[in-house]
């Protein structure tokens, strides 16, 4: 495990955005809210709503602004952020505030503790709020998660998640194949 200095860390938070004008303030002020060192990199995969100015109007110091002059799926915006990010962990926060900046403290704590270099959210289980899914959806990501387990042999509980959290040195040894992540977006 990699050990990280709890009092003295800087967090990456990656944010892929594509068409979020109405969130992108909303969230971007709550992330800034979380009690950590941090830089924000928001990765625009080609918006056409507005996004980009609202983006660029923002004024933290802590933003960078990575654009794709096309949309080429939330994995790319993903690879884009990741490649310009400097910090000792690194969190995937999307634009659209489906994921509460709230939950940093409960993603991170398994790697500030030690106990993991990389952690993965859920929405299907924990204590508190949830969100609440569509049927079909819930039974086909069960489904889905279930398979993922059986072949990676590993415990998740919710494959399909945004939330996830690394250490620097797990990143370092992940390579995004897919630029769509199995959207629909092309």
Not at 107 to 116: F, Q
Request: net charge negative; with cysteine.
């Amino acid at each position: 495990m990699t050990v990280i200095d709890k009092d003295n860390f800087l967090l990456s938070v990656v944010m892929p955005v594509c068409n979020e004008a109405d969130t992108i303030r909303k969230v971007i002020d709550r992330v800034n809210i979380a009690p950590y060192r941090k830089e924000i990199i928001a990765g625009d995969d080609g918006s056409s709503d507005g996004t980009l100015e609202i983006l660029e109007e923002i004024n933290h110091d802590n933003l960078t602004i990575c654009r794709h002059d096309s949309n080429y799926g939330k994995g790319r915006a993903i690879q884009t952020g990741f490649s310009v990010t400097t910090g000792d962990i690194v969190i995937i926060q999307d634009a659209d505030l489906e994921y509460d900046p709230d939950q940093f403290p409960a993603l991170l704590n398994p790697i500030l503790t030690g106990k993991a270099d990389v952690v993965y959210g859920s929405r299907l289980v924990g204590h508190g709020e949830q969100r609440v899914l569509y049927f079909w959806h819930y039974v086909g990501n069960r489904f889905l998660t279930l398979l993922s387990n059986v072949f990676t042999n590993i415990n998740l509980t919710d494959m399909e998640t945004g939330y996830k959290a690394f250490t620097r040195q797990a990143l370092d040894g992940i390579t995004i194949k897919k630029n769509d992540l199995g959207s629909s977006r092309k």
